[in-house]
């Protein structure tokens, strides 16, 4: 491992807080550097990635994760490719079960996450920062709420039906639960809807997230995650 650390690159309030949760989950030395977003009155890019992080990153995002020299000081972006590396890399015990678990169910529940789920919030989130508008034509009131309340239904649904233990992935969260976590708390922080009334064992497994000693690690290590922060446009 001493030969083979990585190095991750993270930004405050962000989605690559769920790689730092990760990283945690997988008790593996790592470096840490630490970005904070440009303030709300930067004159061309406000909220985005500080210069320290768009001068390593291909795409000026995070998260970013470059690997250790034996895995030749890869460059890494994407949340998602940057998770299955650090699964198939470090986790020699199979704990997440992409070996030999269910991988085809991470595979669907991870699919669902960063497709269909990601287009509804998304599409709330560009309303919600005010950078379209609403209710014009027939398919905008559908994509403004309804669809996102389709695809939590669809989630919830797996998750009852799926492996007893509280995660998506079973006992302990898998790569599917990780990803999930960032839209979720999209929809928590920024009151989307009510996860505790309308989708009420959603609501209970990202807690449960929450409660993950590893989880509460990451955000003791991070520089905040409160996606709450960036203004919201009243409609
Ligand atoms: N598709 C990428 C998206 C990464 C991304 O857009 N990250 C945002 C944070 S949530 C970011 O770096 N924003 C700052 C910027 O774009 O300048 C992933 O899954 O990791």
Redesign the pocket.
Known sequence: MSDNKPTFHH?N????QRILWLLEELDIEYNLILHT??PPTHPT?P???PPA??AV?P?????LLITGPKDGNRTI????A?ATYLIRTFDTDDKFGLKDGDWVRDEVITSMA?TNLQRATGFIMMLDFGLIRTGEGPMGGVLDGPELRKQLGSLERELVGGPEGGFFMGERPGRADVILE?PMTMVRHRGYLDLGVEFPRLDEWLQRCYDRPAYRRALEKGNGYDMSVFPKVPR
Not at 13 to 16: C, D
Not at 59 to 63: E, F, N, S, V, Y
Not at 77 to 80: A, K, M, Q, T
């Open positions: 930004l309030n962000s989605q690559s977003r440009n890019a909220f985005q990635s992080l768009v990153s795409h000026g995002t995070a998260p972006p994407e949340s998602l940057i960063c960032f």
